[in-house]
């Protein structure tokens, strides 16, 4: 097994609040749906609560998400290899981090449009114990309207535009409440160690 030290740059929580007006919601109500998404700032534990509710009833298929606000906010994350994303607290649901690394024009009625995106799934255990999941970005899948998009270029890891966080129906696969307590997001860059793990660092293969 290859080891591997990591850097690390906070993106959302750890040394930086979170905020919750860098946030708004982008549900399924864009498409006649009814399921809706909120998220909760913790000042005291400097976490989020993204939750709310999936309702296939009208559409068949459901999502609910929180993406940032910013129009000209732009990360450049060519030096790293991935996101590190640290879950205080699951629900046994698959959730989804999505990448854009354009800002979508609006429709008339000013909605967004959809776009391409990057997406890496996940799985937020209902356990009690802090979860920290790494997110390689080569594992990202470019997506438009939660379909693969074969053929798509590769994450522009220098122009990062927009995240969100979503949790999805998968065609009536998960419904109902959805509570996700998110402590922080960071880039991570793995680097080759020849010495034992120090505090806090990982170990990726």
Known sequence: MASYSCKYLPLFGSCLSWRKEDWTNSDDTVRGGTS???????????????????????????????????????????????????????????????????????????RDQSSLQYSFDFIADDSKEEQVIYALFERFIPSYRGRKQEGAPPLNRANIRRWSIMIRSFFGKQEGDFCLVLDNLSAFEKRKSNQDRPCGLCLLQ
């Open 36 to 110: 809706y998404s909120k998220l909760l700032v913790s000042s005291e534990y400097n976490s989020v609560t993204f939750a709310g509710k999936l309702d296939c009833k009208l559409l068949g298929a459901a999502f609910a998400s929180q993406r940032t606000t910013s129009t000209t906010q732009k990360w450049d994350l060519c030096e790293y290899d991935g996101i590190k994303i640290t879950l205080r607290a699951g629900d046994g649901k698959m959730y989804t981090l999505n990448i854009k690394t354009d800002i979508p024009p609006h429709t008339p009625d000013g």
